[in-house]
């Protein structure tokens, strides 16, 4: 387990104070992020305790601060290393045959939506486990994801499918279906059936529930999808396929951001803050509408800002 560079579980606001006097006398440095009680830092490795109660810790020192510092002093339990082992008892259910579905991109007002499907057993979610692999949302650096991405088309080869969805594709579809919840069930049906063609005895899959009714996706799929469990869950990236997936997804958005970003020749930003609007009209200035189309969801307030509305709105 000493290269384990990222670990996650959750804490209470208690056990978060407890930790961050523990970190501040042997010399780690805080601040802030959004949603976060606070961040620190020491050499090449960073904890976060969010307000959720969510605790990320990455870097090279991973592991020595889990089994020596986190564990003993705050969880007071010996998890860490024992992953599978721990899921087989707590959650047999994670282990056994199953797929994932979940999509990157969604917030992002540039680039493409990916939808990911990932299946896992009892020989591949160990694996995943044992190396790390979490919700793509608690990792912040994007060469993590990469490569966990790596290790996941690796682990799981022939047996995960991705629709990437690009920014003029996303348009005529969002248009055509006129909602996203809608938009999004037929990728998620779409992925999973394609995952279905390469594993036709996949018992059940998973997906997070992002719309008011569990049945959007499953009206959205066909004959063969509609022969297994699917199971909408809020939450849903806890499952290790659900985390695969969430993993593969990122990396697809982040590679295919950087290559349109090369088309306009500028690193188009993520998310849709200040710093997305000043690029939107750096775009739109030039190209209007038409050359946002090809780079960004049009149907995000920051088209209506970027073509010319008020700006203090976004």
């Known amino acids: ?3 384990t560079t990222n670990y996650v579980c959750t804490i209470t606001a208690a056990q978060a104070e407890q930790l961050r006097g523990l970190m501040q006398v042997r010399g780690w440095t805080f ?3 959004p949603y976060s009680l606070w961040r620190g830092r020491f050499g090449k490795t960073t904890v976060v305790a969010y307000e959720s ?4 810790v990455q870097g090279r020192e991973t592991s020595d601060f889990v089994q020596f510092l986190l564990e003993p002093e705050v969880l007071q339990e010996a998890r860490f290393g024992y992953e599978a082992e721990l899921v087989a008892v707590e959650n047999p259910a994670m282990l056994t045959p199953h797929a994932g579905i979940d999509e990157s991109g969604k917030g992002d007002y540039f680039g493409p939506l990916v939808v990911a ?3 896992t057993d009892a020989v591949t979610a160990p694996k995943l486990l044992s190396a790390g692999v979490t919700d793509s949302k608690a990792i912040s650096s994007d060469r993590k994801v990469a490569s966990l991405a790596a290790l996941i088309r690796k682990e799981c080869s022939g047996r995960f499918s991705l629709l990437a969805i690009g920014p003029e594709s996303y348009n005529r579809l969002y248009e055509s279906f006129g909602n996203l919840n809608r938009l999004l069930a037929w990728g998620h049906a779409r992925v999973l059936e394609n ?3 390469l594993v036709p005895d996949c018992p059940r899959a998973i997906s997070d529930q992002f719309a008011a009714s569990t049945n959007t996706v499953k009206r959205a799929l066909l004959e063969r999808g509609r022969q297994i469990v699917l199971e909408q869950q809020t939450k849903a990236e806890a499952d290790i396929a659900v985390a695969a997936a969430s993993i ?6 982040v590679r295919r951001l950087e290559g349109l970003g090369k088309t306009v020749d500028m690193t188009l930003p993520k998310g849709a803050g200040p710093a ?3 690029c939107a009209r750096h775009i739109a200035a030039s190209g209007g509408q038409e050359a946002l189309g090809k780079v960004a969801k049009l149907h995000f307030k920051t088209t209506v800002d970027a073509i010319g509305g ?3 709105q976004q």
């Not at 109660?53 to 990320?56: A, E, F, H």
């Open 1 to 3: 387990m000493a290269s």
């Open 31 to 33: 601040d802030q992020i």
């Open 53 to 56: 109660g969510k605790l990320t």
């Open 117 to 119: 499907c990932v299946y």
């Open 195 to 197: 995952l279905l063609e």
């Open 248 to 253: 593969l997804a990122r990396a697809e958005f």
């Open 276 to 278: 997305v609007l000043a």
């Open 310 to 312: 008020d700006s203090s």
